[in-house]
C-alpha cells in the first residue's frame, strides 16, 4: 500500500497523555523473545511503550504478517518504524522493541543464547503471543548478529537482560 507522511499530532498527542513524558527520550532494542512485552506490561509506571504496539497504530506494521515477506519489507517497516520511534525519543518518550534499520539505539539487550531459548520456548508453551517460536531460532540467531554488529559500530553498550540496560539508561 503506497504511504504518505502526514500530521501525527493527535496520534503522538495521544501517547503523551497515555505514557510518562521524560527529560530525555530512549530506545532500547532487543531481538524477539527477550521479555520485551512482558516488562512492559509489568512495570509500575507507564514509562516504557512497547514498541509492537506504537508501530502498529503508527502505521509502520502492515496489516497482515510482514515479517515472513523478505528483507525487504522487513527493512521497509523497520525504517518506518524508525521514523516513529525518532519522534518518540524527540517528545521525551520511552520505546523498547525489536524494529531498527538506522536509528542508533541507546541500548542493545542479547541475554546468553541458552536463556534466550529458554524464555522462547517458554513462551510459546504457555502464554504465546507473537514473536519468534523455536522454529524460528535460526532467525533470531541473525537479528542477535545484527543488533551485536550495530552495537559495536555504533559504541552502544549491550546487556543480558532489559532491566540491565533499564538500569543502566535510567541511573546515568
Keep these: ?7 501525527g499530532t493527535e ?27 512482558y516488562f512492559v506490561q509489568n512495570q509500575k509506571e507507564k514509562d516504557w511503550i512497547d514498541g509492537d504496539v506504537v508501530w502498529r497504530e503508527g502505521g509502520a506494521y502492515p496489516k497482515k504478517p510482514w515479517f515472513v515477506e523478505g528483507v525487504e519489507k522487513v527493512l521497509e517497516v523497520d525504517q518506518k518504524s524508525d521514523i516513529i520511534t ?12 525489536a524494529s531498527n534499520a538506522w536509528l542508533v539505539p541507546d541500548a542493545v539487550v542479547i541475554p546468553h543464547w541458552g536463556v534466550h531459548q ?3 520456548r517458554y513462551r ?3 502464554q504465546y503471543n507473537g514473536g519468534a517460536k523455536a ?18 559500530k555504533n ?7 532489559i532491566e540491565a540496560a533499564v538500569e543502566f539508561l535510567t541511573k546515568n
Design 135 to 152: 522454529e524460528d531460532f535460526p532467525d533470531v540467531l541473525k537479528h542477535r548478529a545484527l543488533l551485536r554488529k550495530r552495537a559495536r
Design 1 to 7: 500500500m503506497p504511504q504518505i507522511f502526514c500530521d
Design 86 to 97: 525518532a519522534e518518540c525519543k524527540r517528545l521525551g518518550l520511552w520505546i523498547i522493541g
Design 11 to 37: 496520534f503522538y498527542e495521544k501517547l503523551t497523555k497515555e505514557y510518562v513524558v521524560h527529560e530525555k527520550g530512549l530506545f532500547i532494542v532487543a531481538p524477539s523473545g527477550v521479555g520485551k512485552t
Design 118 to 120: 529458554k524464555w522462547i
Design 124 to 126: 510459546e508453551r504457555t
Design 155 to 161: 559504541g552502544i553498550k549491550v546487556f543480558p537482560t
